[in-house]
């Protein structure tokens, strides 16, 4: 049945377009990855189990799942399944593909066809008319639809009427799930790796670990590798959680693909994943054992605030300011700096071949917006999928500048000021030095999923000593580069 399954999912993933598809925010999931999260859960000894599949699509987690019922010799004796799905298109797949089930147990099927957000609202508020003998569900199983959510919306206020605040309705659907469990009840589902980290996301995590213990998680090697067939490049992990469950260990898997041929499996405590005291409460996932990081590290355990530093996301937003926008610099005009402006390290300023202006005209509008010529240590927000390192850091020098007294950085970069005023040399060179070791990208990619790196993330990281950085720094300075091996086995040496 489940070839039957991938063989429909596979024909319809083609005759959707691209533009319903966006518009659902949904795709379904390949068979491999189905069979792989409905073999996440503890299923041995329940004789009932109520079975929750919320945008169930075509049906292919919840057929994982009885699949796997099947194939084990469980002592089930009777499951109850809500598929919730608010395409009607994909009802009579649905509905085809579970009936196939019927004859192996007492299988009671319910096919709802409404938006999992309005009736899990309802449900759990107790609404008149709602059917709260649905309340409570001993497994869930999810691929959720991956879609902003306006503040202003429907759906918003629809979730904040229950208690959750979030910004997707990826983590709306896992969430709602979650609230529907009963106690110790299991919820495994593939998202975005997105809520790992991040302000926005924060309300979310903190709802799911007031509920919930994580006891697995899953990542892929490949970025494109869960939905290939629709060329979705987001990164994503399989996730389990136990409502009411201990925090103690976190079981991490990784494999390079669906095909789970190289599954690597170990356990973490879960302080090592999400650190004690932590009010982002992020997520810290290694992709092994060696990679597990530990915050209580003695030699980097300083923060941005410590080192009397801060970042901010450059101030300049140049669709915003058009008009005083010069192609190059000119009498009266400050120096504006793109990430295109950096390479290997370096400033190239101005460049007559890019299409960004290279100038800002300074005036009392613009003037807010500019810092004072100096030493800066810059990171561009948004690295290329095919880069070695997500973080990339330069150094801007006063001396690229002559006769200059402001600068102005475009909104694509990070930069590190004091107080929006230069570093000294030493510490700009020590930043940046720091920042491109592959170590520290290896903590970076523990914690963040993304290609983007924001103020919020660099504020996050754990930094040395100043007076170690400014030691780094002026080994960068006297080898001529922030990009080394000798940094970064200065900086293995220091951490050990």
Same mark, same amino acid.
């Given at each position: ?5 991938? *063989? ?225 490049? *987001? ?163 006063? *001396?690229?500048? *002559? ?94």
């Amino acid at each position: 049945m489940q070839l039957a399954i991938e *063989q429909i999912r596979t024909s319809l993933s083609k005759e959707i377009n691209v533009n319903r598809k966006k518009q659902l925010g949904q795709f379904f999931t390949p068979s491999r990855i189905a069979s792989f999260m409905a073999g996440l859960f503890d299923i041995g000894s329940r004789e009932r189990i109520r079975l929750l599949d919320a945008g169930a699509g075509i049906g292919s987690l919840s057929s994982a799942f009885l699949e796997r019922c099947i194939k084990e010799s469980c002592k089930i004796k009777e499951i109850e399944l809500h598929a919730i799905e608010i395409e009607k298109e994909f009802h009579r797949f649905l509905r085809r593909n579970l009936e196939y089930y019927k004859n192996n147990f007492d299988l009671k099927i319910r096919i709802i066809e409404d938006d999992f957000i309005d009736v899990a609202v309802n449900w759990l508020a107790g609404d008149l008319f709602s059917e709260s003998k649905f309340l409570r569900y001993s497994h869930a199983i999810l691929n959720p639809p991956y879609k902003k959510i306006r503040s202003n919306s429907r759906h918003r206020l629809k979730l904040r009427h229950v208690g959750i605040e979030t910004v997707n309705l990826y983590t709306a659907f896992v969430a709602l799930a979650l609230s529907l469990l009963e106690k110790h009840g299991e919820l495994v589902a593939i998202i975005p790796r997105s809520f790992c980290n991040g302000p926005y996301y924060r309300p979310f995590r903190k709802y799911i670990l007031n509920l919930a213990a994580i006891k697995r998680i899953h990542l892929f090697h490949s970025r494109n590798t869960a939905f290939k067939d629709d060329d979705v490049l *987001q990164e994503n992990v399989i996730i389990k959680l136990e409502r009411g469950g201990l925090h103690n260990k976190i079981i991490i898997s990784t494999s390079t693909d669906d095909q789970f041929d190289d599954l690597n499996i170990f356990e973490v405590p879960v302080e090592n994943i999400i650190f004690p005291n932590d009010p982002e409460l992020l997520i810290h996932i290694p992709v092994s054992e060696q990679e597990v990081f530990s915050k209580d590290r003695t030699n980097l355990n300083k923060s941005l605030n410590h080192l009397k530093v801060t970042v901010s996301t450059g101030p300049v937003i140049d669709f915003r300011v058009k008009e005083h926008l010069c192609k190059m610099p000119e009498h009266g005009t400050a120096p504006l700096l793109y990430p295109v402006h950096f390479k290997n390290g370096k400033v190239e300023w101005p460049n007559p071949d890019i299409k960004k202006s290279n100038a800002i005209r300074i005036n009392t509008l613009t003037k807010k917006w500019l810092y004072p010529n100096g030493y800066y240590c810059v990171v561009r927000r948004f690295s290329s999928k095919e880069e070695k390192r997500r973080i990339v850091a330069s150094v801007v020098e006063p *001396q690229n500048f *002559q006769n200059v007294s402001l600068l102005g950085f475009e909104n694509h970069l990070n930069v590190f000021h004091d107080n929006k005023k230069g570093l000294s040399r030493e510490l700009a060179y020590g930043l940046a030095a720091y920042l491109n070791t592959d170590f520290v990208d290896k903590i970076f990619r523990v914690f963040s999923g993304h290609t983007q790196v924001n103020a919020t993330d660099l504020k996050l990281l754990p930094y040395p000593d100043k007076e170690v950085l400014i030691k780094l720094g002026k080994l960068a300075i006297a080898t001529g580069t922030t990009v080394s091996d000798e940094l970064e086995n200065y900086l293995v040496e220091l951490v050990r």
